[in-house]
C-alpha cells in the first residue's frame, strides 16, 4: 500500500511538472516575432481603413498596427533598412522589442497630409496605446515593462529638426533599454526623456547633431526627471503625476558629440508637509564609460541625485566649445561615487551648488550638495587637463583641488598667481598673496616628490613661513629679495622664518618628524644680488631646517636681523653653506649672541627649537659646512648658546666645518662652539671683532669684551691657519669645563661639559696668525671653567 502511494506521488509530480513546462511553452509560443520593411502594410485593416491613413503616415501606422498586436502577448518587431517617416507616436507595449537592422532610419516629421490631423512631439513612448488612451490612470512604474529599442549596425532615429520634439519617452516604465542608436537633429526637446521610471538602461548610443534652442529643459541629450505635478513637463493625458523618482538608471558606453547638456535633470522636487520637508532624490543612478566631447553647459547635469555612480567617463572639449562650463555640475547632489574619469578642456572639472528651482518650483526648498571625505577622494583622483580652475566649489567653499605628479618645475616672478588658483579664496588672500603663491607650488612639489621653482627678479614681501619639501631646488635669478613683511613675528611661531624646511604637509603637526626624516636633497641657490632681508622685523628669521638632511644654501645675502638669528639650523646633517653674506644685524634686549647661524639641537629643555612637528629627540647636527662666506656688522656668526645631554652624556655636534670664511665687525664673538666635536675652524679671517658695542657692562661699569672665538665642551677641536686682525680682545678662549644654564636643562640634571684637547689640537691652534692686537691679548685663553677670570686662567702664545 505504502508502496503504491509513493508511486501515486512521484506521477503526480511528474504531472505538474510536465504541464508547467507545457504552459511556459505556450507562453513563449505566444510570444511573436514579425518582420517588416518601409513598404510594409499595417497588419491590421483597420488602420488602413483610417480616413488619416497616406502615404505621409502609412508607415507610423504600419509599426503601431503591430505594437497593437504585440500589446497582448509581447513579441518582436524587426525593421528592414530604409527610412521610416513617422508623424505621430509610436506606443511601444510591455514585452516587446523593436530591433532595427543595419541601415533603419527613422524620422521624425510633421507632415501628415492632412490639415486636420498634426504631427506629435514623440517618435516612442513606452506605453500600450491601449493605456495611453486612458486619463491620468497610469502612475508609479505602472507603464510598459520589459521592453527594448535595439540598434544593430548603423541606426539612426532623425529628429528632422522638429521644434521640441524627444525620440524617447520613458515615463513610469520598468526595464527599458535603449541601444545602438544613433540620435541626431534634435531642435530642443531630447533624444531620451526618462521620468519616474527604474530599470532603465540605455547604452551604445550616439548623440549628436542639433539645433540650439532655448531653455534647460530642450538642452538635454539625455533628460532624468521626477514626475511631479509642478515642475514635469510632460503633457500626455494618461500621465500621472505622483512624484515617482527614477531608479537605476544605468547609461552607458554612449557618445556625446556636441551637446548643450549630456545627462542631466532640470528640477529639483522638495516638497514640505506638516512643517516636515521631503526631498525626492533620484537614486541608483549610474553613468559609466561614456565619451562627451565639445559639450556645451555640462556633459553630466545633476539635480538631486543621491548617491550616483559616475565612473570612467570621458570628457573633452575643443575649438570654440573649450572651457565653457563643468565635466559634471551637480545641485543638490548628495554623497557622488565619482570614480575614474577623465576630463580635459574644461572651465570646471566638477562644480556642485544647491538645488534651487527657477520658474516653475522655484517656492520649492532648496538643497545643499553633501560631499563628504570618502565622496571628495574621489573626485581628487579624476585625470584632469587644460583646465580653467583646477578646485571643486560646492557654493562658495572650495573642497578640494587637482594635482598633477607629473607638473614639478615652476617659474615665479611677482604677478604669479597661486598654483591652481589655491588660496586665493582667503579672506586675507591679498595682503598674503606672495605667502599664498609660494605655498601652493611647495605643496604641489611635495606632492610630485620634487621639482624646481625659478625665482625672477623682483620684491617679494613674505608674511608667514614658507615650507619647503624634499627633492627641491629653488633658483634664484639676480634681482631677487624676499623681505619679512610685518610688525611683528613673535605673533606665532610659523610667521616668525620666511622659509623653513620642512613638508608643508607637516606644518602645524605635532610630533611628527624626528632623527634626519624631515625635508632632504634641498637647494637654495641665489645667481648675482640675491637677497633674504628680514627687515628688521623683531625675532624674524630668514630661514628655518630642522630634522634635515642634505641641505645646500649657495649665494644669498641675508640682511637685517633683529635680535634672532638668520638662520636656525637644528637637528640636521649635511648641510652646506656657501658663497653667503650675512649682515646687519639689531641688539634685542642685550642679547648680541644671537647666531646668523645657530646650530642646535631639538631638545625642549633647552627650549631652542619651538616648532611642535619636531619630535623634540635630541638629535644632533653633524656633517656641517660653512664657506666661502662672509659675516659683516652681526652678533655672532656661527655657534651654539646651549647643550643637551642624556643625563651625563653629552650629545655632541660633529664635524661642523668652517673654511675660508671672512668676520667682518661684530658685537659678540664671531663663533661660538658649544658641544662641538671635531670641528674644523681653518682659513678665516677675523677682521674688526667687537668693533659694534651691545651695551653689556662689566663690573666696572665699562663695556664687556668678547673673544673672537669661543670653545666650550670642544673635542678633538682643529682650529688653524685663521686670521685675527684689529680684534679688541682675545682671539681664542678654550672653556674646559662648562655648565648648564638653562633651568629646563638645569632642572633635567645635564651633566657638566668638558672639553678634550689633545697635544696636536693645541699645537694647531697656536698657528693662526694675529696682526693689529694688542700684545696682551694676543694669548689663546684656557679657563678651567667658565667662572674663573681670564686674568687668572691659563695662556698660550701663538707661535706666529
Not at 664687556?704 to 680684534?727: I, M, S
Amino acid at each position: 500500500m505504502k508502496r503504491k502511494w509513493k508511486l501515486w506521488m512521484i506521477a503526480f509530480v511528474l504531472f505538474v511538472m510536465t504541464d508547467i513546462m507545457m504552459q511556459s511553452n505556450r507562453a513563449e509560443a505566444k510570444k511573436r516575432t514579425f518582420t517588416v520593411s518601409s513598404k510594409t502594410i499595417p497588419c491590421s485593416s483597420s488602420y488602413r481603413q483610417k480616413p488619416y491613413y497616406n502615404k505621409k503616415t502609412k508607415q507610423y501606422y504600419m509599426i503601431n498596427s503591430y505594437m497593437r498586436r504585440l500589446s497582448t502577448t509581447g513579441g518582436t518587431l524587426k525593421l528592414k533598412k530604409g527610412t521610416y517617416k513617422i508623424p505621430g507616436t509610436i506606443y511601444v507595449p510591455s514585452n516587446v522589442k523593436i530591433v532595427c537592422a543595419n541601415g533603419v532610419k527613422i524620422k521624425k516629421t510633421k507632415a501628415t497630409g492632412r490639415k486636420k490631423v498634426k504631427s506629435t512631439k514623440f517618435l516612442f513612448q513606452m506605453i500600450s496605446e491601449e493605456k495611453a488612451s486612458g486619463k491620468q490612470n497610469t502612475g508609479k512604474y505602472a507603464a510598459s515593462k520589459n521592453a527594448s529599442i535595439q540598434g544593430n549596425g548603423k541606426v539612426i532615429f532623425d529628429m528632422g529638426n522638429v521644434n521640441g520634439a524627444t525620440a524617447v519617452f520613458v515615463g513610469h516604465a520598468s526595464g527599458i533599454t535603449v541601444s545602438g542608436v544613433r540620435f541626431r537633429n534634435k531642435k530642443g526637446g531630447s533624444y531620451i526623456w526618462i521620468e519616474g521610471s527604474k530599470n532603465i538602461s540605455v547604452r551604445q548610443c550616439v548623440f549628436e547633431r542639433k539645433k540650439d534652442v532655448s531653455g534647460l529643459k530642450n538642452r538635454m541629450a539625455v533628460r532624468l526627471e521626477t514626475s511631479n505635478q509642478t515642475t514635469s513637463d510632460f503633457s500626455g493625458k494618461w500621465y500621472k503625476k505622483d512624484n515617482t523618482v527614477n531608479k537605476k538608471v544605468k547609461i552607458e558606453n554612449n557618445q556625446f558629440l556636441g551637446a548643450d547638456v549630456g545627462i542631466g535633470t532640470t528640477k529639483s522636487v522638495v516638497l514640505e508637509k506638516n512643517k516636515q520637508t521631503k526631498e525626492y532624490y533620484q537614486t541608483s543612478i549610474t553613468i559609466a564609460a561614456n565619451t562627451f566631447t565639445n559639450t556645451k553647459k555640462a556633459p553630466i547635469y545633476a539635480v538631486l541625485w543621491k548617491k550616483p555612480t559616475i565612473k570612467k567617463n570621458v570628457v573633452k572639449r575643443n575649438g570654440a566649445e573649450k572651457r565653457a562650463s563643468a565635466g559634471m555640475l551637480g545641485f543638490g547632489v548628495e554623497e557622488p561615487s565619482f570614480t575614474a574619469n577623465q576630463i580635459s578642456g574644461c572651465s570646471y572639472a566638477v562644480k556642485f551648488d544647491r538645488a534651487k528651482n527657477s520658474g516653475k518650483g522655484k517656492k520649492f526648498p532648496s538643497v545643499m550638495s553633501v560631499i563628504g571625505v570618502t565622496a571628495a577622494n574621489k573626485i581628487a583622483a579624476t585625470k584632469v587637463d587644460d583646465l580653467s580652475h583646477y578646485y571643486v566649489p560646492n557654493e562658495t567653499a572650495r573642497i578640494l583641488y587637482f594635482r598633477n605628479r607629473t607638473e614639478k618645475n615652476f617659474t615665479i616672478t611677482t604677478a604669479t598667481e597661486p598654483y591652481q588658483e589655491k588660496y586665493t579664496d582667503a579672506s586675507d588672500y591679498t595682503k598674503r598673496k606672495v605667502y599664498y603663491t609660494l605655498m601652493s607650488y611647495m605643496e604641489q612639489l611635495e606632492y610630485a616628490g620634487g621639482g624646481t621653482i625659478t625665482v625672477k627678479a623682483g620684491n617679494y614681501e613674505v608674511t608667514n613661513n614658507i615650507c619647503i619639501p624634499s627633492n627641491v631646488t629653488m633658483r634664484m635669478e639676480n634681482g631677487v629679495t624676499f623681505t619679512k613683511k610685518g610688525t611683528t613675528a613673535t605673533d606665532i611661531c610659523y610667521a616668525k622664518s620666511i622659509f623653513t624646511i620642512v613638508p608643508p604637509s607637516k606644518d602645524g603637526t605635532v610630533k611628527t618628524i624626528s632623527g634626519y626624516n624631515g625635508s632632504h636633497d634641498v637647494k637654495i641657490i641665489g645667481t648675482g644680488m640675491v637677497r633674504m632681508n628680514c627687515a628688521n622685523v623683531k625675532n624674524c628669521m630668514a630661514l628655518v631646517m630642522g630634522h634635515a638632511r642634505n641641505i645646500t644654501i649657495e649665494g644669498i645675502t641675508f640682511q637685517n636681523e633683529y635680535g634672532s638669528h638668520f638662520m636656525e639650523l637644528n637637528s640636521s646633517c649635511d648641510v652646506t653653506i656657501e658663497k653667503c653674506t650675512f649682515e646687519g644685524f639689531k641688539v634685542l634686549d642685550k642679547k648680541s649672541y644671537k647666531e646668523c647661524i645657530n646650530v642646535d639641537g631639538t631638545d625642549l629643555n633647552t627650549d631652542g627649537f619651538n616648532y611642535d612637528w619636531s619630535a623634540h629627540d635630541k638629535t644632533i647636527c653633524k656633517n656641517i659646512l660653512i664657506q666661502n662666506t662672509t659675516f659683516k656688522n652681526i652678533g655672532t656668526a656661527i655657534g651654539s648658546h646651549t647643550y643637551s645631554a642624556n643625563g651625563q652624556t653629552q650629545l655632541y655636534h660633529e664635524n661642523v666645518r668652517i673654511l675660508n670664511n671672512t668676520f667682518d665687525g661684530t658685537y659678540n664673538a664671531a663663533i661660538r662652539a658649544l658641544n662641538w666635536k671635531d670641528t674644523v675652524i681653518s682659513g678665516n679671517s677675523f677682521l674688526r671683532l667687537q668693533a659694534l658695542e651691545d651695551g653689556v657692562l662689566n663690573a666696572n661699569g665699562n663695556q664687556t669684551k668678547y673673544v673672537a672665538l669661543l670653545l666650550r665642551g670642544v673635542v678633538n677641536p682643529t682650529v688653524t691657519g685663521n686670521v685675527f686682525e684689529d680684534c679688541k680682545y682675545y682671539p681664542i678662549r678654550v672653556v674646559m669645563r662648562d655648565s648648564a644654564t638653562v633651568d629646563g636643562a638645569v632642572k633635567a640634571g645635564y651633566g657638566d661639559t668638558i672639553s678634550s684637547v689633545s697635544d696636536a689640537n693645541w699645537s694647531a691652534m697656536q698657528k693662526n696668525t694675529v696682526t693689529n692686537v694688542t700684545e696682551k691679548y694676543q694669548k689663546i685663553v684656557v679657563r678651567e671653567n667658565n667662572d674663573q677670570s681670564d686674568s687668572d686662567a691659563e695662556k698660550k702664545a701663538f707661535l706666529q
